[in-house]
């Protein structure tokens, strides 16, 4: 793939996941009703990182224990709370205006490149294992 075409593909995948959020009402205050400020997006930073982290967790106890998913049980579990963490850290790169797509992009060249990253290198003795 094309670094244009993985750009896009991320930025349309947070554009979509931000607008679902919002369309629920997750990005509103729920005291006000408003649309959420910068600032208190940026203060909810921490916040949405743990669900992200939560959602990482429930798939690795689907993992551990081989479970099906309760709401789409013909899915295994582990790949169902992988696709809700991607769905929010899309959502999360969107709320804070990150240009996810183009980060994505230019890590994946720069680990292309790396040294370390290469398969005789993690073979060697002190390579990374994983």
């Given at each position: ?67 099906k998913d309760d709401h789409l049980p013909h899915r ?7 696709a809700d963490a991607v769905i929010r850290i899309f ?6 205006h990150y240009d996810i797509g183009g980060a994505i ?26």
């Amino acid at each position: 793939m094309k670094k244009y075409e993985i750009q896009d593909a991320a930025t349309v995948l947070a554009i979509c996941c931000y607008d679902a959020a919002k369309q629920a009402g997750w990005h509103h205050d729920q005291r006000t009703g408003l649309l959420r400020t910068c600032q208190q997006n940026h203060e909810l930073f921490p916040v949405r990182l743990m669900l992200i982290v939560s959602e990482l967790a429930e798939a690795m106890e689907g993992h551990r224990k081989s479970l099906k998913d309760d709401h789409l049980p013909h899915r295994d579990m582990a790949e169902v709370e992988l696709a809700d963490a991607v769905i929010r850290i899309f959502d999360l790169a969107g709320a804070m205006h990150y240009d996810i797509g183009g980060a994505i992009a230019e890590k994946l060249a720069y680990n292309a490149q790396r040294a370390d990253h290469k398969p005789e290198a993690r073979a060697a003795a002190g390579g990374k294992a994983y």
